[in-house]
């Protein structure tokens, strides 16, 4: 039950959380970096960290799982958050700072986040084990977005379309941020890419700045080329006068 | 080498491909149907198939290959697409025609199409197959999209929720599909799911219907309410007048 200096460091994934599943993660990353990812078994790990194999299954359910210790975790913050949710709530909004929850996780520990995405990289099994815990993340937002949208036309495809989107943008930001090697600002780039998305679906129909519409609003007059002038005056005037 | 009989029938994926691909397929669903997946091993699909095991390698990889045979073929196709596409294609309306050479792949064969349907969403193991697969498939139009894009501010944040978008949409539209049994129109639901997402982004800023413009047009007038009703009549006269 020893815990070695030379598990801990800056590889270790979390802090606060029991120091048996931390040095586990420590002693799995720094042997998938010294020997390779499949070249690594589950009692390498556990002699490193000076534990026993059940103290690993009782962490882990498979060597897969080490590489992602937090996604349990932030899945569930994310459906807490979601959960808490208010009906005034904007729901795109909502979503893209759900999304911000895993980028939060990710920029917490840049050396152990850039390790793994390039771990990630090289093993097609681990490249496979995050595809299924983005489409989890994904799906949880799609539900959240289902039931706020379930009074409109095609609420369905509209949650579906635009959980993807938000993940797609979240995750073009956070790669960006990954591929630099962790430097520069993840948060910027992250917002950058989640705006993009609320802009093809914005939260008001007309995204006019109110400040200036109270200032002085605007008048839109349609017409039929073919209208009557006198008609198109009355209009206008009528459009004019309305408070 | 024989070919049995019962190894044929609604189960075979595909037509005018070499038999007995086609009979490992159709007797690898029926022993899947019939007694579950994971107690399936490749020895009982060759044994139904009447062929050695060899001839299974030679044309799947694997036991989760032989249930998603036609994808290899039909992401091939949607890169030659792709590749044939003109400088003067709408590039979001072209993403959408290469994702129908998908739908068009399941709707070939309903039968077999529901089996796998429901077979997917029991083992695990296929689940994730399906989600690398689906990966492949968004990342062959967020490539396109990108080379389309190459020009653009934020083009390649644009290609990846474009095509993470469109495949959000097609998969809905299959989906719904294949949860009615493959009864009704595939093409027709997934026609309206793509339309959500085109008009997200749409080909040009307005989308005026062109036949009605030149029947009797629209004239426009925006004017501040503060504007004085003189230099209106005068904006609304100058509208009506041009040609």
Chains 1, 2 share one sequence.
């Not at 960006?176 to 093809?200: F, M, P």
Request: charge should be negative.
């Amino acid at each position: 039950m020893s815990n070695p200096q030379k598990t801990e460091g800056e590889a270790a994934a979390t802090t606060g959380k029991p120091a048996m599943r931390d040095s586990l993660i420590a002693a799995a990353f720094q042997l998938f970096l010294d020997r390779g990812y499949e070249q690594t078994t589950i009692d390498d790990i556990v002699g490193l960290a000076g534990v026993g194999r059940r103290s690993f299954f009782r962490y882990f359910p498979s060597k897969e799982d080490v590489v992602f210790p937090d996604h349990e975790q932030c899945l569930a913050d994310m459906t807490a958050f979601l959960q808490d949710s208010a009906d005034t709530d904007d729901p795109v909004l909502k979503v893209c700072d759900a999304a911000r929850l895993v980028l939060r996780m990710y920029a917490e520990n840049p050396t152990f986040s850039v390790q793994r995405y390039r771990l990630t990289r090289k093993v097609p099994g681990l490249r496979a084990y995050e595809l299924s815990v983005v489409w989890r993340y994904e799906r949880t937002l799609a539900d959240y977005l289902r039931g706020r949208f379930a009074a409109r036309k095609d609420g369905t495809l509209r949650a579906d379309v635009v959980a993807a989107a938000v993940v797609a943008a979240h995750n073009h930001g956070l790669r960006s941020w990954l591929r630099a090697n962790g430097q520069g600002d993840a948060e910027a780039e992250v917002d950058h890419a989640l705006e993009y998305v609320r802009n093809a679906w914005p939260a008001k129909p007309q995204a006019q700045p109110a400040v200036e519409e109270e200032e002085d609003d605007v008048v839109v007059v349609i017409a039929k080329r073919s209208t009557p002038m006198w008609r198109v005056v009355r209009d206008v005037e009528a459009s004019l006068r309305r408070d």
